[in-house]
């Protein structure tokens, strides 16, 4: 158990350029949630899979915002499009889902400031 | 929707000291977790303490336990014996279990710094 990693840990970018991020959750994990976090704030909730399928998306996911989650493994957040109210903290965790309430564990997260 | 408050935006208390930071919720379900999740400085967040509602005896975890007053939704954490590896963002945050999205839902945190 290696635990949840991310990467990029840093992404520095020009408004209006693409980025993407990945996240590879704890093996065997079939939950994954991406949150975001601003300066000053509590994480909050993106989006969900349940292994490969996206299960929900919150009203802060823009049509701008994508995440994919193939094969039920890793995941990926791609944001086109960049604006500088895109700059924050991305923040991955994931649970086991087999039952009951799990604990989500959390990765380092990618910060990402836009230019 | 549920809403997670905290009113402590920063707090500091000397070494080996006790601490408490607070937290209140609001939700009109009966059935819900509570966690306090730590994120240190330029670190992952890691979980501290969990507490289900429907247990009416306040969970604890070593030097760490919480006031769980289901009535007032008030969740409050102790720290005791504070130690200089406690400084940290702490963030109190509210779920609602159900199949599928256990999304959690956080308050605004607490910056504690432990001092030597």
């Known amino acids: 158990d290696t635990g949840v990693s991310q990467d990029p840990r840093h992404k520095i970018t020009k408004r209006g350029q693409n980025v993407t991020f990945r996240c590879d959750p704890i093996s065997e994990h079939n939950r994954l949630y991406w949150y975001r976090q601003t300066l000053g704030q509590g994480p909050e909730f993106l989006t969900y899979f349940q292994n490969e399928a996206q299960l929900e998306k919150s009203r802060l996911l823009s049509d701008r915002f994508s995440a994919e989650r193939p094969k039920g493994s890793f995941s990926t957040l791609e944001i086109q499009r960049t604006e500088q109210g895109d700059s924050a903290m991305y923040l991955c965790?994931?649970?086991?889902?087999?039952?009951?309430?799990?604990?989500?564990?959390f990765g380092p997260g990618t910060r990402l400031t836009v230019l | 929707a549920q809403t997670v408050t905290q009113s402590q935006p920063e707090m500091s208390v000397q070494e080996a000291e006790t601490v408490t930071l607070s937290c209140t919720y609001d939700t009109s379900e009966s059935n819900y977790y509570l966690f306090w999740y730590k994120q240190p400085p330029s670190r992952q967040m890691i979980l501290v303490i969990r507490q289900e509602a429907y247990k009416q005896q306040n969970a604890t975890e070593n030097r760490f336990s919480v006031n769980f007053q289901k009535a007032a939704k008030s969740f409050s954490l102790k720290i005791s014996d504070s130690q200089l590896g406690d400084t940290a963002m702490y963030f109190c945050?509210?779920?609602?279990?159900?199949?599928?999205?256990?999304?959690?839902?956080f308050g605004t945190g607490t910056r504690l710094t432990i001092i030597p």
């Open positions: 945050a509210f779920m609602k279990p159900q199949f599928g999205n256990e999304k959690l839902t």
């Open positions: 965790a994931s649970s086991t889902g087999t039952g009951g309430t799990d604990t989500q564990y």
